[in-house]
C-alpha cells in the first residue's frame, strides 16, 4: 500500500493519522494486534477528505467505544477509524427531539435527555457503547431499542457522499440495522416523549438495580457475547449456555463470567485465538445440548 499521499496528508493537517497503530487498547476485551492506519479526524472536512484520498485502496473499520469488537491480533490490513469528540455533539431540536452525534456515549443522551425532561432514552443508560454503535446493532435492554427512537440518521459513504437516511426507509431487526456497509454514520435524530424529571431518573435507577444485580462490570469483557435466540426458543441465551456449558471452563486466559454467563471474560492477557475457541466452544455446546444455533452479537473484526 503507497502511503506517502497519507502521510503528506497528515503533516498538511496535523492530522491524528497513525501507522502500525497498537489497537489493543481501544477495545473492552482488551485483546487484539496492530492497524495498519489508524485515523481519528478532527471534523466532517478532514474525515470527507481522507475519505476521498483513501478511495479504495484497503479495508475501513469505524470504531466506536469498543464494547462490542474482538479483533484478532494479527494486523488489520485496512484503516481503523474513530471519530473524536467534536462528533458527540448534542443539541435539542424541539421538546421531544434530540440529535446526537455518533461518538457520543448512550449514557450521555441518556442523561441529557433525563436533565431536559424527555422520557424514552432511559435504557440507553445501561448500555456502553456509542451513538453510531447503538444505530449498527439496533442496541436495546429492557424491552426498548434504537428503532423505537429514531427518526434519522445522518452519515457519509465511503466516497465522500453525505446522506441523511429517515427511518422508515431503514430496516430495523433485532440486534442488527440492514444499512448498506459503506456508511460512516455521523449522529442521528431520536424523538422522545415530554416525562418528569423525577420519573425519568426513578425509572434509570431502577433498570441501573438490575443491571447491578445481574452482570459484571469493570472486568474486560465485551458485554452481551451471543444474541438472544428469540425466533427459536423463549428460554435467553444466558440460560442455554448455563444449561450447555461446563462451569468454570476456560481456554488460557478467556472465561466465562460466574456472575452472567453471556458475559466472556478476558482474565489477563487473553489472546484472539483462545476467546475464539470459548466461542466455538460454547456455540457447539449448545447446539448438542439444545439443538439450537446461537449467533454472536459482538462482531469479530478481521
Same mark, same amino acid.
Given at each position: 500500500?503507497?502511503?506517502?499521499?497519507?502521510?503528506?496528508?497528515?503533516?498538511?493537517?496535523?492530522?491524528?493519522?497513525?501507522?502500525?497503530?497498537?489497537?489493543?487498547?481501544?477495545?473492552?476485551?482488551?485483546?487484539?494486534?496492530?492497524?495498519?492506519?489508524?485515523?481519528?479526524?478532527?471534523?466532517? *472536512?478532514?474525515?470527507?477528505?481522507?475519505?476521498?484520498?483513501?478511495? !479504495?485502496?484497503?479495508?475501513?473499520?469505524?470504531?466506536?467505544?469498543?464494547?462490542?469488537? &474482538?479483533?484478532?491480533?494479527?494486523?488489520?490490513?485496512?484503516?481503523? #477509524?474513530? &471519530?473524536?469528540?467534536?462528533?458527540?455533539? #448534542?443539541?435539542?431540536?424541539?421538546?421531544?427531539?434530540?440529535?446526537?452525534?455518533?461518538?457520543?456515549?448512550?449514557?450521555?443522551?441518556?442523561?441529557? %435527555?433525563?436533565?431536559?425532561?424527555?422520557?424514552?432514552?432511559?435504557?440507553?443508560?445501561?448500555?456502553?457503547?456509542? #451513538?453510531?454503535?447503538?444505530?449498527?446493532? !439496533?442496541?436495546?435492554?429492557?424491552?426498548?431499542?434504537?428503532?423505537?427512537?429514531?427518526?434519522?440518521?445522518?452519515?457519509?459513504?465511503?466516497?465522500?457522499?453525505?446522506?441523511?437516511?429517515?427511518?422508515?426507509? #431503514?430496516?430495523?431487526?433485532?440486534?442488527?440495522?440492514?444499512?448498506?456497509?459503506?456508511?460512516?454514520?455521523?449522529?442521528?435524530?431520536?424523538?422522545?416523549?415530554?416525562?418528569?424529571?423525577?420519573?425519568?431518573?426513578?425509572?434509570?435507577?431502577?433498570?441501573?438495580?438490575?443491571?447491578?444485580?445481574?452482570?459484571?462490570?469493570?472486568?474486560?469483557?465485551?458485554?452481551?457475547?451471543?444474541?438472544?435466540?428469540?425466533?427459536?426458543?423463549?428460554?435467553?441465551?444466558?440460560?442455554?449456555?448455563?444449561?450447555?456449558?461446563?462451569?468454570?471452563?476456560?481456554?488460557?486466559?478467556?472465561?466465562?463470567?460466574?456472575?452472567?454467563?453471556?458475559?466472556?471474560?478476558?482474565?489477563?492477557? %487473553?489472546?484472539?485465538?483462545?476467546? !475464539?475457541?470459548?466461542?466455538?466452544?460454547?456455540?457447539?455446546?449448545? *447446539?448438542?445440548?439444545?439443538?439450537?444455533?446461537?449467533?454472536?452479537?459482538?462482531?469479530?473484526?478481521?
Amino acid at each position: 500500500m503507497n502511503i506517502k499521499d497519507l502521510e503528506n496528508f497528515k503533516n498538511k493537517n496535523h492530522s491524528e493519522l497513525f501507522f502500525n497503530f497498537d489497537i489493543k487498547k481501544l477495545n473492552w476485551f482488551n485483546i487484539g494486534g496492530k492497524s495498519k492506519i489508524f485515523f481519528k479526524p478532527k471534523n466532517l *472536512k478532514e474525515l470527507k477528505e481522507f475519505l476521498l484520498l483513501y478511495s !479504495n485502496r484497503g479495508k475501513i473499520f469505524v470504531l466506536g467505544l469498543g464494547s462490542n469488537v &474482538l479483533f484478532k491480533d494479527e494486523t488489520y490490513n485496512g484503516v481503523v #477509524i474513530k &471519530l473524536s469528540n467534536n462528533f458527540s455533539s #448534542i443539541s435539542k431540536l424541539n421538546n421531544e427531539t434530540i440529535i446526537a452525534g455518533s461518538s457520543c456515549s448512550q449514557k450521555k443522551v441518556s442523561d441529557f %435527555a433525563m436533565k431536559n425532561n424527555i422520557g424514552g432514552f432511559e435504557f440507553m443508560y445501561c448500555i456502553p457503547g456509542s #451513538i453510531g454503535g447503538g444505530i449498527k446493532m !439496533n442496541s436495546g435492554c429492557f424491552g426498548k431499542e434504537f428503532k423505537d427512537l429514531i427518526v434519522s440518521i445522518q452519515c457519509i459513504d465511503y466516497y465522500g457522499n453525505i446522506k441523511v437516511i429517515p427511518s422508515e426507509k #431503514i430496516k430495523f431487526n433485532y440486534r442488527n440495522t440492514e444499512l448498506d456497509k459503506d456508511l460512516i454514520f455521523l449522529s442521528a435524530t431520536f424523538k422522545g416523549n415530554l416525562s418528569e424529571k423525577l420519573k425519568i431518573k426513578s425509572c434509570i435507577d431502577e433498570l441501573i438495580e438490575k443491571k447491578n444485580n445481574t452482570q459484571p462490570s469493570k472486568i474486560k469483557t465485551g458485554g452481551s457475547t451471543f444474541k438472544n435466540p428469540i425466533e427459536q426458543t423463549e428460554k435467553k441465551v444466558w440460560e442455554l449456555i448455563k444449561l450447555s456449558v461446563p462451569e468454570n471452563i476456560n481456554f488460557g486466559d478467556a472465561t466465562i463470567s460466574k456472575m452472567h454467563s453471556n458475559f466472556f471474560v478476558n482474565k489477563n492477557n %487473553a489472546t484472539f485465538q483462545q476467546m !475464539n475457541s470459548l466461542i466455538n466452544f460454547v456455540k457447539k455446546c449448545v *447446539k448438542e445440548k439444545t439443538g439450537i444455533n446461537i449467533t454472536l452479537e459482538i462482531q469479530i473484526v478481521d
